[in-house]
C-alpha cells in the first residue's frame, strides 16, 4: 500500500472508494460504465460507490436525459475538498470535547459508584509493621519491586528480627527477581551498609542498590513499589506503622518517580563497599563474650 492510498484509507475510505475516487480525479467528468471497466470493479458496486463518495463530499453525481435514455456523470471535486474536510472535521470534534467535558462529571458519577479498583489498609504498631513484612514476602517471584529503603533502625523492631529478615532475603535471592532499591547516602546508612556487608558480602547483591548523595534528600520509611500496590513501612521515633494502598493510577506514579531518581543514582558495589571500609560496631560485635 503506498502512501497515497494508506492516507485516503485513514481519512476513511473503503478499498473500493479509494480506486473509483482515484480514477475519477483523472477526468472531468465520466460516466459509471466507464469507470467499471477501467478499475474492474462490478457496475453495481461502482453505483455504491459513488454514492458513497458523494455523501462524503468528494464528488457529485449529474443526471441528464438524452433523446432515449437517463445519463449519470461523475464530476469528482477538487481534491482539495480533503484537507477543507479535514478542518471542518477538526473544528467539530474540538466543539464535541467542550460538550463531552460538560457532561462527563454526570456520566462518572453513574460509573464510578459501581467500581471499587482501590484501596488503602493502615495497620498502626509494631505489629502492623511486621504483617507489612510478611505481605512483602509473599510477593510472587517474578514481579518486578521498586524500594526506597531508609535502611530502617533497629531501635523500635531490635537487631535480631532486621537481621533476620536480611538473612531471609539472602536466602531466597536466587528465586526472586532483583529488586531496584534506591538508598539516602548519609552516616546511618554507610553504617548499615557496611555492617550487613561485613555479615554477608551477598548484601549487596539480593537487592540491586543505588545511592543518592543529597543533604535533602531524607527518607523516613521503607517504601515498596511492585504490581498495582505500594507498601510503605514505618519504625522511626514515635512513628510506627505499616500501610498498603492499592491504586494503580498510584503505582505509575510512584514507579515514574523512581526512574527518574534510579537514572541519576550511582551503584553501590564492591569497590564503593571497600571505600566505606569494616563496620567498627560489628568488629566489636563479634568480640563481645556471648551472656549465658
Known sequence: MDITHKTLSDFGLSKNEIIVYLESIKHDQISPFKLA????????????????????GLITIKTSHGLEKQQT?????????????????????????VDLTDI????????????????MRFYPGIEGVKRVYTF????????QIYMWDQLMPVDTLGKEYINKEVSQGLKIKKRVKRVKTI????????????????????????????????PFFNLNQDIYVFSDRIALMCA???????????????????TSLFQVMWEIAKPVDAEFMEQIGENEFLIQEKKKVPRY
Do not use: C
Open 236 to 254: 522511626k521515633k514515635d512513628e510506627v506503622w505499616g500501610m498498603i494502598i492499592k491504586s494503580k493510577l498510584l503505582y505509575t506514579t510512584f
Open 73 to 97: 456523470w461523475i464530476i469528482p471535486k477538487n481534491p482539495s475538498t480533503l484537507r477543507d474536510m479535514i478542518f471542518h472535521r477538526r473544528q467539530d470534534l474540538l466543539q464535541l470535547e
Open 104 to 119: 462527563l462529571s454526570d456520566l462518572q458519577k453513574d460509573y464510578l459508584k459501581h467500581e471499587n479498583n482501590a484501596g
Open 37 to 56: 471497466r477501467l478499475t474492474q470493479i462490478p457496475r453495481t458496486t461502482v453505483y455504491d460507490v459513488m454514492m458513497s463518495l458523494a455523501l462524503k
Open 183 to 214: 538508598i539516602p547516602l548519609n552516616d546511618w546508612t554507610r553504617h548499615v551498609l557496611s555492617y550487613q556487608y561485613g555479615r554477608n558480602n551477598n548484601y549487596i547483591d539480593y537487592h540491586e542498590f543505588r545511592y543518592i548523595e543529597k
Open 136 to 143: 512483602i514476602h509473599q510477593i510472587p517471584s517474578q514481579v
